[in-house]
Nanobody, 122 residues
């Protein structure tokens, strides 16, 4: 089970931090990722992080977002700074079993959270 929190509404230039905790999770090799989706568009990768501390970011968020993990707590965070209206989306946490930070496609992930809405106003 993946439980996300931290979404909300913020003005452009502001910050939010998303959290995602995996429970009932016996796996030791996996990648945790954040994706986002707006209505009518495909779900896109935002950032990924694996158990070896490898990270990857989508081009549109590089330099603004930071993904981090607390492996002991099975929790991944997404710090989002300098938010823009185009960052408005439903954000999903996901886990890819056996995957590395290079897993950027939706099909590479096995478990998904329910999503948390992020709205950035101009």
């Amino acid at each position: 089970q993946l439980v996300e929190s931290g979404g909300g509404s913020v003005q452009a230039g502001g910050s939010l931090r998303l959290s995602c905790t995996a429970s009932g999770f016996p796996y030791t090799r996996y990648c945790m990722g954040w994706f986002r989706q707006v209505p009518g568009k495909e779900r896109e990768v935002v950032a990924t992080a694996d158990v070896d501390d490898g990270t990857t970011y989508g081009d549109s968020v590089k330099g603004r977002f930071t993904i981090s993990e607390d492996n002991a707590k099975n929790t991944v965070y997404l710090q989002m700074n300098s938010l823009k209206p185009e960052d408005t989306a439903m954000y999903y946490c996901a886990v890819g079993l056996g995957a590395s930070n290079l897993a950027l496609q939706v099909y590479e992930y096995n478990y998904w959270g329910q999503g948390t809405q992020v709205t950035v106003s101009s």
